[in-house]
């Protein structure tokens, strides 16, 4: 039976008019099969125009409706939404974009844009002949979330979350939360002091009853899809107990094991079981495997500590009884419907910059070092003091953009808070030692928030901080000094500074492990491997996948405000989600022949969100409805033609191109 | 095996010295360099800016030559001749508009098909370290070796890609190899002023002494260099130092082939060690390499 079909065309304004004659495509999409009304109006999307498109909807009885108008993007939604208020098949509408595709590249041809216009019109009215009436799929959702990153972007959303009423899980890595800003000891542009921020912050989280923190995990599979995720989470053995530990310390004394320790960047040494920082969190201590003699292998034990076979001396000091070196991994599961990837970042290697002779010289530290040396807490005390003598440097040279900004050995991209931490350590610096000379190396300041060129004016103005622009070419050890060589740009000068200290701001890069995950999280990343979001402008924080949200320098390189401002967002975003009992997708995915596929799984592997799965007991691929979201990979890759899109079947498509091929000349 | 070959113009003048113990010692590590016929000079810089083919004429058809002459590998000793000619190879095989100017003009088919290798190369990948140390009789024990690789043995990487380019290994493992002491100098890759000698003398000079306390304050004994230029510098401009600077004490330069030759028990007579202006005798006699 013969649809009857309606026509409405669109000036929008002079856009589509001046160059398509619409009077013309109104008198000849009258003339194609099956149209029982055309007609054109200025604006169809104002009010006046969609009351047009419904009221001869239900006058004439259409049962399928092409709007020939801007692209689908702009009003799909729109003119479905006014199809369905009257009573036809919101799926039973299309678009013709005569606009983008037509009107506007078209501007000095008329009648080649009309049979264009016309052509295009056919064949969407053919496609929509063949439209199937749908209806939206609902999927219930699970109103538990789970954040995967306990710093301060994995904290923040955390808490919103939990404070609006749903549970949450946290996914740590490390031995504690907090993340790279526990790190920190002062914030810019008003020097915060961070421990007393964070560590409120981090007891709120321990205290909620709505959160529960995995530490020393990671995720270990991520099945399901939006609203209904299963994730697996792999914990380390928890060599100590934490209910019988009274973080006494006396194991630590006895380790005999000494290697450098990563939250000190290499600053201090630690011992294989040892206490992971300095915040409250983080008082029993933990045990790495990877460092302990007893798991090592016995002859290299005895050979390299002569601490004897299977070393258990923190076991034998313990006087609570606390440490178990036979404690085993384990796994748990969490049922969720969101999930927030806040994963972060590391510095950039030093080793990778041999020119710095970072890795070489001792008194070549990275910035995060030197945040190590500002902190209270720290190494130093807090006091600058340079890593090979102790002493107190007199003239401190700060490289900005290392490994940044340079596409064609390191990272293409900026690193964005290098600029304003660089300012604040050398201010910082300059405050402790008012002797001293602190350097910059610039290639450009980039200080564009809010009160950040005013904080790194005053580090001129009364600090004096030195800024040279230009890039330093090489750092060498000469007599006990650095030898920074640089040029300054601005007089066209080559420099070599003698320096007692000098700090890299090293490019921040994702997090190690960052590609792997994605992969298990269905998210797909960029070049450099930061998870990428849907839309720069308008879903910031929407990954890939639905329901899983992205915030952090997992996503791109940003300072402290950026992050927290971007976990918020995901926090609000998922809280909108929970807001409606269920979920509504739009049913135009891909669909199964199931007397066609032969369970070849092709379809699996090039699916890039994860929704086709191979139904064991049929040997057929199905088609997860909530995850799909009708790409058309798996229908390009289908070897039998098995797979079709609803409402875009190949025969809807090759009769559309059809059309298009058969309308070359002018109408 | 026999490898093909380009000495070039300095090795067959000036550097004569380098030339015979690469080609002596190769003999004595089981491989022959057998000379390119009818080579010319293979124009001794590389053009700078992308237009200039004329000045790749000749590097091109030395290769073109290699090629025909039945080679698809060809070896070179001093570092300039290396940089020009693998650095045109990788024009000829990347670029393909440059690559028909050029080839057009001299009238030769050629797309980059030979690989040019660095005599270092050859001991490294060819021979192997392991192996030449194997072959090594008369071990440097003691001797602190300077490596200096000087610029265009390593730059730009992208095109010659022998080494890392801030921080080369090839050279310290090839005198460990021969069982001396590299000495690790922040000095290592920079310029030792090259071409400026010509017309800029002090500036040489200042790179020179610059390279030369360097390699001093870490402790070396001598410096070796690969290249004629380098070698030129390095060497000739001491005197001069020690005039501007009088507590500068002079320290021998020599080829690495030199101590190659050494190390495989070569004739001392034979390595024209007299036309080294700093004489490295006294020091190789101490040092009980030389008797």
Not at chain 1, 269 to 294: K, M
Request: proline letters at 4%; hydrophobic letters at 40%.
């Amino acid at each position: 039976m013969k649809k009857k079909l309606g026509v409405f065309i669109c000036w929008c304004g002079s856009n589509i008019a001046s160059s398509v004659d619409v009077d013309k495509a109104v008198a000849e999409a009258e003339k194609l099969d099956g149209v029982v009304h055309a007609e054109n109006y200025m604006y169809m999307c104002s009010d006046p125009g969609q009351q047009l498109v419904k009221d001869t909807i239900a006058e004439k009885g259409l049962e399928g409706v092409v709007v020939a108008c801007c692209s689908p993007r702009m009003h799909e939604n729109t003119f479905r939404k006014a199809a369905g208020s009257v009573g036809l098949n919101s799926y039973l509408l299309e678009i013709a974009n005569i606009r983008e595709q037509c009107s506007w590249v078209h501007q000095n041809n008329k009648p080649l844009a009309t049979a264009k216009a016309v052509s295009i019109i056919e064949g969407t009215l053919d496609k929509v002949k063949e439209n199937l009436p749908l209806e939206t799929i609902t999927i219930d959702i699970t109103k538990r979330n789970c954040v995967v990153g306990g710093g301060i972007a994995g904290i923040m959303a955390a808490l919103d979350l939990a404070n609006a009423g749903y549970d949450v899980a946290i996914i740590e890595k490390e031995p504690a939360i907090g993340g790279h800003m526990s790190q920190i000891g002062q914030t810019f542009p008003y020097f915060h002091n961070v421990p007393e921020l964070l560590q409120k912050k981090i007891d709120e989280v321990n205290a909620h009853p709505r959160i529960k923190v995995y530490l020393n995990s990671e995720v270990e599979v991520l099945d399901g899809y939006v609203g209904n995720f299963n994730v697996t989470i792999r914990t380390k053995p928890a060599f100590v107990d934490p209910d019988k530990c009274s973080a006494c310390g006396k194991c630590l004394e006895v380790c005999p094991v000494s290697v450098a320790d990563e939250f000190n960047r290499g600053l201090s040494q630690r011992g294989a079981i040892f206490r992971y920082n300095q915040t409250e969190g983080a008082r029993i201590p933990v045990l790495e495997q990877r460092d302990c003699l007893h798991f090592v292998d016995v002859e290299e034990a005895e050979m390299d500590a002569g601490a004897g076979v299977r070393c258990r001396a923190c076991v034998e000091a313990c006087p609570e009884n606390a440490i178990d070196l036979g404690a085993i991994r384990t796994l748990s599961e969490e049922f969720v419907g969101a999930i927030v990837m806040a994963t972060g970042y590391d510095l950039y290697s030093p080793a990778k910059m041999p020119e710095y002779g970072a890795g070489k010289i001792p008194d070549v530290i990275d910035a995060l070092a030197f945040e190590r040396l500002l902190d209270p807490k720290g190494p130093t005390g807090g006091q600058v003091l340079r890593p090979s003598d102790g002493k107190v440097p007199k003239n401190v040279v700060f490289i900005q953009c290392v490994g940044s900004r340079d596409p064609e050995r390191h990272k293409a991209y900026c690193s964005r808070a290098c600029c304003m931490y660089t300012a604040k350590q050398a201010r910082l610096y300059r405050q402790q030692v008012a002797e001293g000379t602190a350097y910059i190396s610039y290639m450009d300041i980039r200080s564009d928030s809010r009160d950040f060129e005013e904080f790194v004016q005053a580090g001129m103005e009364e600090e004096n901080l030195v800024y040279i622009r230009g890039r330093v070419a090489k750092v060498i050890q000469e007599n006990g000094f650095l030898k920074v060589f640089t040029s300054d740009t601005l007089t066209s000068r080559q420099l070599e500074i003698e320096a007692d200290l000098v700090v890299l701001a090293m490019a921040m890069e994702p997090k190690a492990g960052t590609r792997e995950l994605a992969k298990k999280m269905n998210v797909t990343i960029d070049g450099d491997a930061f998870l990428s979001e849907t839309h720069i402008k308008l879903y910031p924080v929407e990954s890939s996948t639905k329901g899983v949200y992205l915030a952090g320098c997992g996503q791109s390189p940003k300072d402290i405000t950026d992050t927290v401002s971007q976990a918020l967002a995901t926090a609000g975003k998922i809280q909108l989600m929970f807001s409606n009992e269920t979920l509504i997708a739009d049913p135009l995915i891909a669909e199964v022949k199931n007397d066609i596929c032969s369970g070849c799984g092709i379809c699996i592997d090039i699916c890039p969100y994860g929704a086709r799965l191979m139904n064991d007991f049929t040997r057929i691929s199905d088609v997860n409805q909530a995850v799909c979201q009708g790409c058309g990979a798996c229908i390009a890759a289908c070897p039998n033609k098995a797979c079709e899109l609803i409402n875009s079947t190949s025969r809807q498509f090759i009769r559309m191109i059809g059309d298009f091929a058969g309308k070359a000349e002018a109408v | 095996m026999k490898y093909p070959y380009f000495p070039g113009c300095t090795l067959y003048t000036k550097a004569k010295k380098l030339d015979d113990a690469g080609r002596e010692c190769s003999l004595k590590l089981g491989f022959e360099l057998d000379e390119l016929k009818d080579w010319t000079c293979c124009g001794a810089t590389f053009p700078l800016v992308n237009d200039q083919h004329i000045t790749m004429s000749g590097p091109t058809r030395i290769l073109a030559d290699t090629k025909e002459q039945g080679n698809d590998k060809l070896v070179a000793l001093c570092s300039v001749c290396y940089n020009v000619l693998k650095r045109t190879n990788h024009v000829m095989l990347n670029d393909e508009e440059r690559r028909a100017k050029v080839t057009d003009f001299i009238e030769r088919d050629y797309h980059g098909e030979v690989e040019v290798l660095h005599y270092l190369q050859v001991l490294r990948d060819e021979i192997g370290f392991d192996a030449l140390k194997e072959k090594v009789v008369k071990p440097l024990a003691g001797l602190k070796v300077a490596c200096y690789y000087g610029c265009l043995l390593l730059r730009p990487v992208k095109e010659i890609g022998l080494d890392v380019m801030e921080n080369p290994t090839i050279f310290e493992d090839f005198i460990r190899a021969l069982g001396g002491e590299p000495v690790e100098f922040p000095y290592k890759i920079e310029c030792c002023g090259a071409f400026q000698a010509v017309h800029s003398m002090d500036t040489a000079t200042r790179c020179s002494r610059d390279i030369l306390n360097s390699a001093k304050d870490s402790g070396a004994d001598l410096v070796i260099t690969t290249c004629p230029l380098c070698q030129f510098n390095l060497d000739d401009r001491q005197p001069e130092i020690q005039k501007s600077d009088p507590g500068f004490s002079s320290i021998p330069i020599l080829y690495f082939t030199q101590l190659l030759a050494l190390a495989l028990d070569l004739s001392a007579e034979e390595l024209g060690f007299e036309r080294n202006l700093i004489d490295p005798l006294p020091l190789l006699r101490e040092k009980g390499i030389v008797s």
